[in-house]
């Protein structure tokens, strides 16, 4: 705890993620599609459905293809990272000038917040999603109706709010543990890492999404973003 109260340390949590995506990754050389979890400026997430695909992603192999991503399909070249159970984490090589560009316009807080879209969540009913392909989500936590904790993940960040606490940034970083699948939602680990002072430019951009984000119920809207105004 520091000295204006804000938590530190680090906690698991459980985010869904779909099986299937939208936004995919053709490989030129193994002649297969997967589907992409994540994608920034950064580099991109993709899930293996099937696990005799790891070998074929090992740590520092470059892939080529064709990423499908928000209407458009590019050529990509990107280098693996990072492996967590069925998850690689891979870096751009290379970046395509039109690759680049289009994930500068879908990147931006006010495109991440118009494209969320609420889901329902299997043996969940306290629980409301709000999930964009490219890796945003908005968890709504309920206690008798009524919020008790939310947490906004952008990419590998997050930001957090519940009661009698002060809201919190940090990062999400995705576990080994395979998680639980219900039908096409799978269920998986996060290892949340608080900052130890709260980013104030990530509530910032934070606040530009949620002001553009159809969420069904405007009360729930001001109430997130009187909780990030606080924060700033």
């Known amino acids: 705890m520091t000295a204006n109260g804000a938590a530190t340390g680090s906690e698991k949590r459980k985010l869904p993620r779909f099986h299937i995506t939208p936004c995919q990754f053709h490989d030129n050389e193994l002649k297969k599609t997967f589907s992409v979890q994540d994608v920034s400026l950064g580099g991109l997430g993709i899930r293996l459905v099937d696990r005799s695909d790891l070998p074929s992603f090992?740590?520092?192999?470059?892939?080529?293809?064709?990423?499908?991503?928000?209407?458009m399909k590019l050529p990509c070249e990107f280098q693996v990272r990072f492996i967590?159970?069925?998850?690689?984490?891979?870096?751009?090589?290379?970046l395509n000038p039109a690759l680049k560009e289009h994930l500068e316009q879908i990147s931006h807080p006010k495109y991440l917040g118009l494209n969320?879209?609420?889901?329902?969540?299997?043996d969940s009913a306290d629980t409301i999603w709000y999930h964009n392909p490219i890796g945003v989500?908005?968890?709504?936590?309920?206690?008798?109706s009524k919020i008790a904790r939310w947490t906004l993940y952008i990419h590998h960040?997050?930001?957090?709010?519940?009661?009698?606490?002060?809201?919190?940034?940090?990062?999400a970083l995705?576990?080994?543990e395979?998680?639980?699948?219900?039908?096409?939602?799978?269920?998986?680990t996060r290892l949340i890492d608080y900052d130890p002072q709260a980013d104030r430019r990530l509530i910032e951009t934070a606040v530009e999404l949620i002001k553009n984000a159809a969420i069904k119920e405007e009360n729930t809207r001001q109430l997130i973003l009187n909780h990030l105004?606080?924060?700033i």
């Open 58 to 71: 090992a740590v520092a192999t470059v892939h080529k293809g064709i990423l499908k991503i928000e209407g």
């Open 84 to 94: 967590r159970g069925s998850l690689i984490g891979a870096e751009w090589e290379n």
């Open 116 to 122: 969320l879209k609420a889901y329902d969540l299997p």
């Open 137 to 144: 989500d908005l968890l709504l936590y309920l206690s008798e």
């Open 157 to 171: 960040s997050f930001i957090s709010w519940e009661q009698d606490q002060a809201v919190r940034t940090g990062r």
């Open 174 to 176: 995705a576990e080994d």
């Open 178 to 188: 395979e998680g639980y699948a219900h039908g096409i939602v799978r269920v998986e």
């Open 229 to 231: 105004q606080g924060a």
